[in-house]
């Protein structure tokens, strides 16, 4: 069974297609932009304009106004190769890879230590997604959680990746999200998680427990670790409290691992 409540609203819909119009002719350049990128490879570090009219069969003025545009937008350097904003998404990019990569162990080991499943979640479009799975190996009941299950607003994942969240944007696009008295309640939840560095789910209600730690990057937020049980098993009193230091160590290690200064460990 879940053992974090799913928010279905958050699931994405189906896009409605452009009719005509701007819409068209945007997708349309998203699209040549694409294109003109995908021919960075080994042997073509540099753009130019000959290269993109040869390559793309674009006549010249229309390659210099792609590339022009592409420039201003952070996708090329001065010169013409990859810019800061590739290079931005290209240390994101991996540094979830090293997320991905570093974490099973630990998690494992968690996981036998205490007796209880462990879940590690990044933050996608639609919420936190659920993207590794540890399951007790021991005991009669066992609580999961299905990969690529995207959790609700309440839920613990949730609480740090958004509590830890640099871009406010985002958050004020999960806030927006909930009903007034809900917002309330969830600023003081993710004022809380940023004190104690940790967040509890709002799960009581189904017999469920979940608590949360924050993954660090070297630059940001990178994943939520979280252990999962019953109430019983797993109570938000004290008697938690060795499970919570050993979650407490698991997301600092893994932290260490992907690179984060010890000011963001602390």
Do not use: C
């Not at 937008?73 to 800061?84: A, E, M, N, T, V």
């Not at 209880?116 to 399951?135: D, K, N, R």
Request: no cysteine.
């Amino acid at each position: 069974m879940d053992a974090e409540p799913v928010d279905d609203a958050a699931r994405p819909g189906p896009a409605a297609a452009p009719e005509g119009g701007r819409g068209d002719t945007s997708i349309q350049s998203i699209d040549r932009a694409a294109e003109i990128l995908a021919l960075f490879n080994q042997d073509t570090q540099h753009l130019s304009v000959a290269i993109v009219s040869e390559r793309l069969g674009l006549n010249r003025t229309t390659a210099h106004r792609y590339l022009a545009s592409l420039q201003s937008s952070g996708f090329l350097s001065k010169h013409r190769g990859p810019g800061p904003l590739l290079d931005q998404l290209s240390a994101f990019v991996f540094s979830r890879r090293d997320v991905l990569t570093l974490a099973p162990p630990i998690m494992r080991q968690l996981s036998d230590r205490t007796g209880l499943t462990v879940v590690l979640s990044l933050l996608g479009h639609s919420g936190p997604v659920v993207t590794l799975v540890e399951e007790a190996a021991v005991g009669n009941i066992v609580l999961t959680v299905r990969i690529g299950t995207v959790l609700e607003a309440k839920s613990s994942q949730a609480r740090v990746l958004y509590a830890f969240q640099s871009d406010p944007a985002v958050v004020a696009r999960h806030l927006s999200a909930l009903d007034e008295a809900d917002g309330i309640m969830e600023r003081a939840e993710l004022a809380t998680a940023r004190r104690d560095r940790l967040a509890w789910a709002d799960a009581s209600h189904l017999g469920h427990a979940a608590v949360a730690a924050p993954v660090f990057g070297a630059r940001d937020i990178q994943a939520a670790m979280a252990l999962l049980g019953t109430a019983q098993m797993l109570p938000s009193t004290e008697r938690s409290a060795e499970a919570v230091s050993l979650l407490r160590e698991a997301a600092d290690k893994l932290s260490q691992l992907v690179g984060a200064p010890p000011s963001a460990r602390s």
